[in-house]
Antibody, heavy 128, light 107 residues
Framework: EVQLVESGGGLVQPGGSLRLSCIPSGLTLRDYDMDWVRQAPGKGLEWIGRYRNKGNSLTTEYAASVKGRFTISRDDSKNSLYLQMNSLNTEDTAVYYC???????????????????WGQGTMVTVSP | DIQLTQSPSFLSASIGDRVTITCRASQGINTLLAWYQQKPGKAPRFLIYAASTLQSGVPSRFSGSGSGTEFTLTITSLQPEDFATYYCQQLNSYPFTFGGGTTVEIK
């Protein structure tokens, strides 16, 4: 069974940093685009960023709310995905999920279909 | 950024009811829309992609339709396990925005 497991969440003070990890079982991260999504307590889902696979030039995309503060990276030797979060503020308090991007390709184009596998999430609390 | 507006935000329904949730995009997104189901304390579950294609393992009582700016998720004959919050998501362009969610509650 394919699974994603996040870790690294916890309590951090405003202005602090935290690094989350996403470790899969049953899949090789370098074969997929991978995303991070968060959900503040009692709120909806917010996409925060993507790490594209080699076929997509190993580039990243970020939501405006985290750009310049958060960095997504991948270590192929460890088959692990990371979310480095800096300059945290109280609005970053949320459950953070990693998810696998499902991509469908035709003869000349590819399309993003959604996120077909999700981890269980890890809670990040930013508080004085 | 593309905004997604879901309606209603909440709905009460009974077992066996037919339920329809609407998702409107602020600009055209072709059929690059996905639907998710989320239960309290759990990760979202991927239900539908490309607006109308059922993900493997999802019951056939779920269906999706639409293109451009207006989309619907329909659940025919609501089952006890379907009481949850449903989100739409556009994948036409970054950032991949989600709708605000629709909570389906037991009447």
């Amino acid at each position: 069974e394919v699974q994603l497991v996040e870790s690294g969440g916890g309590l951090v003070q405003p202005g602090g940093s935290l690094r989350l990890s996403c470790i899969p079982s049953g899949l090789t991260l370098r074969d997929y685009d991978m995303d991070w999504v968060r959900q503040a307590p009692g709120k909806g889902l917010e996409w925060i960023g993507r790490y594209r696979n080699k076929g997509n030039s190993l580039t990243t995309e970020y939501a405006a709310s985290v750009k310049g503060r958060f960095t997504i990276s991948r270590d192929d030797s460890k088959n692990s995905l990371y979310l480095q979060m800096n300059s945290l503020n109280t609005e970053d308090t949320a459950v953070y999920y990693c998810a696998r991007g499902k991509i469908r390709c035709g003869s000349t184009n590819c399309w993003n279909d959604g996120f077909d596998i999700w981890g269980q999430g890890t809670m990040v609390t930013v508080s004085p | 950024d593309i905004q997604l507006t879901q309606s209603p935000s909440f709905l009460s329904a009974s077992i066996g009811d037919r339920v329809t949730i609407t998702c409107r995009a602020s600009q055209g997104i072709n059929t690059l829309l996905a639907w998710y189901q989320q239960k309290p304390g759990k990760a979202p579950r991927f239900l539908i992609y490309a607006a109308s294609t059922l993900q493997s393992g999802v019951p056939s009582r779920f269906s999706g339709s639409g293109s451009g700016t207006e989309f619907t998720l329909t659940i025919t004959s609501l089952q006890p396990e379907d009481f949850a919050t449903y989100y739409c998501q556009q994948l036409n362009s970054y950032p991949f925005t989600f709708g605000g969610g629709t909570t389906v509650e037991i009447k």
